[in-house]
């Protein structure tokens, strides 16, 4: 079956700096573009960071450009959030996902807590 773990998450201080995982299994990750989204509470999930198949395009939200970078690795299938400057806006759960346009199949993973505070 289909699985997608996150992992990395916890408490960090303002101008701090983590590194999330997803660790992918159950199907063919360099086929999947890889996105990580994050819901922090009373809002809504909103996408973070987004990259191509290859990992030869990136995309992210206005509000973390130049701060985070996701990349990926598709021979260990596993996709990376690099947080620095952390903010306590930052706060939130942050959840993997993958999709494909083109098989129309998209899979989430359980999410792994985030939380930014003196």
């Known amino acids: 079956q289909v699985q997608l773990v996150e992992s990395g998450g916890g408490l960090v201080q303002p101008g701090g700096s983590l590194r999330l995982s997803c660790a992918a299994s159950?199907?063919?990750?360099?086929?999947?573009?890889m996105s990580w989204y994050r819901q922090a509470p009373g809002k809504e999930r909103e996408v973070v960071a987004s990259?191509?198949?290859?990992?030869?395009?990136?995309d992210y939200a206005d509000s973390v450009k130049g701060r985070f970078t996701i990349s990926r690795d598709n021979a260990k299938n596993t996709v990376y959030l690099q947080m620095n400057s952390l903010k306590p806006e930052d706060t939130a759960v942050y959840y993997c996902?993958?999709?494909?346009?083109?098989?129309?199949?998209?899979?989430w993973g359980q999410g792994t807590q985030v939380t930014v505070s003196s």
């Open positions: 996902k993958a999709g494909s346009r083109l098989l129309g199949r998209y899979y």
């Open positions: 159950g199907f063919t990750f360099s086929a999947y573009v």
């Open positions: 990259i191509s198949t290859t990992g030869s395009s990136t």
